[in-house]
């Protein structure tokens, strides 16, 4: 599953998350991807599965708004809000700041997925 335009990046983790699909999820990273949390800085692969893992270890449901988004030839950023609706009843909400590339297939994926947006200005 890929995305043939930079918003469906955000339609497509959305689903893959909810379907517990790390593969997938994984599969809309460059190689070289970093992701930005409160908690420090995965880049890579191996530290993104890691990553994402935890996330969906944690029980949450994720649901996304509508992405707007600014392209560039071949970069996009993006900005998506979303929802958290946590096991113990709490909903943390955000939006992203992400950076998307086409591949050569003519895919998207991800560069860089900041799923916290500026909220990260605080934790540098």
Do not use: C
């Amino acid at each position: 599953m890929s995305a043939h335009e930079p918003a469906e990046a955000s339609r497509l983790f959305e689903r893959l998350f909810a379907a517990g699909d790390l593969d997938g999820l994984m599969a809309l990273y460059e190689d070289d991807a970093v992701f930005p949390t409160p908690h420090g800085t995965s880049t890579g692969q191996a530290a993104i599965r890691a990553t994402l893992q935890a996330y969906l270890d944690s029980g949450a449901e994720l649901t996304f708004g509508e992405t707007l988004v600014f392209q560039a030839g071949d970069l996009a950023l993006m900005h998506t809000p979303w929802t958290m609706k946590m096991p113990d009843g709490s909903s943390p909400e955000g939006a992203t700041a992400e950076v998307v590339r086409r591949q050569g297939d003519g895919s998207w994926k991800y560069v860089i997925d900041n799923p916290d947006g500026s909220a990260l200005l605080g934790h540098h």
